[in-house]
């Protein structure tokens, strides 16, 4: 009997990679010990997640190196294990056979995609890639596929899912999964029937190398602003890993928002070389398909009109904002150089929301507007205001706060572009996760004040400032929740503690005005 693997979103039916074409995708590793057995049917790098068959592969980390985890891994079924040299050594049994190459990372892509099946093979692949707008893009996109009559999977940061029923995972959610979950996923999918995918692809994917071995019809760039400095140290690095997407190697053709400066530089690199197709998007400069005019409609929608190379289309979005106008329209770019005719996608286009972003939250009568979003960058916390301005007549209070152990220098100017668009500046927590919150608000009260223009307040923590905005806001108000939008916990030293924006926002409301009956605040500062 095959084991149960639904847990892990690996799909019900692989079969066996011989030994032979494995080493053909590795290039040649050299082997310690001896290989038994036809070959493999899986492949993981979780010595946990290790089913029969599997090769497992040992990574360096950060504070383990995973090949210190073989004799479990074996323990429990692996037919081998895939690592470098320094973790050669750190297989002590030498019946364990170990096969060895310079860069596991690499190598494990390639052979996950071979073990699965190449599944991307047997699916059109949509993967969109920038700091800004991912999530909304593969809505839209995935909308319009649905429209079309098309079962889609989607894979990003809001999870995983099939026909936009949620997959359920072992696997902590993350934008783009390591290259064995991706591979699994991907084959999931297409056992399941659906013949488009539309995924996120971050740029630490790009770096590490989790999306190689999959090769997308489609590749959307949105635009680069500050983000995941962290982990790249440089814009220069972070630019370099996003343009990874606009190889050969990964992408067919290449959607490009040439409003951005470092779209342009992108668009000059794909036009300069060969083998991918180049379409570029645009409100201000000339493009492919150029935003003819767009004006808000019904509060929080817009209405667009498009130039393209086949004719003007003509959109009513349900979404706010310039920002997903720009969204919108590249959602389009991709679709018709997919094949897909504008009237069989059009309907899914205007009818898409998008869970925590631009999000409007019914919280009772007579309350203030109250939208929720996930901007947590100085480009996004702009985009997301200027959006909100046009859907109120009345103030715009921003809650906003600034992530811990992360890039540290976006706090300031996370504060000063709110206090540039908004009335009022609320500061609270994000996710401090392991630094101290007041330090983290006051780096973001510092941009705020340095700016002027709008009333600042340190809010606290998450809860107290929600309540406060409310308290301030009247009825013609808009309050913008920003920085955790769809997210249903908040990382506070070691513990995930529960909190979902739209749900507290309710709470707070019916606090406020005596309709929560007995109510006790948890504790969120610890």
């Known amino acids: 009997m095959s084991p149960d693997t639904s847990h892990l979103l690996r799909p019900a039916s692989v079969g066996i990679t011989s030994w032979e074409r494995l080493e053909t995708v590795l290039g040649q590793p050299s082997l310690r010990g001896a290989l038994s057995g036809p070959g493999v049917s899986g492949i993981t790098l979780d010595s946990r997640q290790v089913v029969p068959g599997d090769l497992y592969v040992g990574l360096p980390g950060t504070r383990f190196h995973g090949a210190s985890f073989a004799a479990g891994a074996v323990a429990q079924g692996a037919a081998a294990v895939l690592t470098d040299a320094h973790g050669e050594e750190l297989v002590d049994d030498p019946r364990i056979p170990v096969l060895v190459v310079a860069d596991p990372r690499v190598a494990m892509a390639r052979a996950s995609a071979l073990i699965f099946g190449n599944p991307t093979g047997r699916m059109t692949m949509y993967g969109i890639t920038g700091t800004n707008g991912k999530t909304t893009t593969a809505f839209l996109v995935e909308a319009g596929l649905r429209a079309a009559g098309l079962r889609t999977g989607t894979i990003g940061t809001i999870g995983y899912r099939l026909d936009g029923r949620p997959l359920p ?10 290259s064995p979950d991706l591979q699994a996923l991907f084959a999931t999918m297409a056992e399941a029937g659906a013949s488009d995918t539309v995924m996120e692809v971050s740029s630490h994917a790009l770096a590490m190398h989790r999306v190689d071995g999959t090769r997308f019809d489609v590749a959307a760039f949105t635009n680069l602003g500050r983000d995941h400095l962290d982990f790249h140290k440089t814009m220069e690095a972070y630019f370099q890993a996003k343009a990874r ?3 050969a190697d990964l992408a067919r053709a290449a959607v490009i928002n040439v409003d951005d400066e470092h779209g342009r530089r992108l668009a000059g690199q794909v036009a300069a070389e060969h083998g991918v197709d180049l379409i570029t998007t645009s409100i201000d400069a000339g493009s492919d398909y150029r935003v003819a005019s767009w004006h808000p409609e019904g509060g929080l929608g817009s209405r667009i009109l498009v130039d393209t190379p086949t004719g003007r289309r003509d959109l009513s ?15 389009l770019a991709m679709l018709e150089r997919a094949g897909h005719g504008f009237a069989d996608v059009v309907a899914g286009l205007e009818r898409a929301q998008v869970p925590g972003r631009m999000e ?5 009568a007579g309350a203030p507007e109250v939208l929720v979003d996930f901007a947590h960058t100085p ?3 702009g985009s997301a205001l200027a959006a909100a301005r046009t859907a109120t007549g009345g103030r715009l209070i921003a809650v906003l706060g600034a992530g811990g152990d992360r890039d540290s220098a976006k706090r300031g100017p996370m504060g000063s572009v709110a206090a540039q668009l908004a009335d009022v500046v609320v500061v609270t927590d994000d996710n401090p996760r392991t630094e101290d919150p007041a330090a983290i608000r006051t780096a973001v009260l510092a941009g705020a004040r340095r700016t002027g223009g ?13 309540r406060e905005a409310l308290a301030m806001a009247d009825d013609n108000d808009l309050v913008a929740v920003l920085g955790k939008g769809h997210e249903t916990g908040q990382s506070v030293g070691d513990r995930l503690l529960d909190f979902d924006d739209r749900v507290v926002t309710g709470q707070e409301w019916a606090r406020l005005h005596g309709l929560d009956g007995s109510h006790q605040e948890e504790d969120i500062t610890a």
Do not use: H, K
Request: neutral net charge.
């Open 245 to 247: 997407l606009f190889t």
């Open 360 to 364: 409007r939250v019914e919280i009772g």
């Open 454 to 466: 709008a009333v600042v307040v340190d809010g606290g923590d998450r809860r107290s400032a929600i």
């Open 317 to 331: 979005l349900s979404l706010p904002g310039e920002f997903n106008v720009r969204n919108a329209v590249m959602a």
């Open 379 to 381: 480009q996004a916390i």
């Open 169 to 178: 995972s072992a696997r902590t959610t993350i934008t783009t999964p390591e």
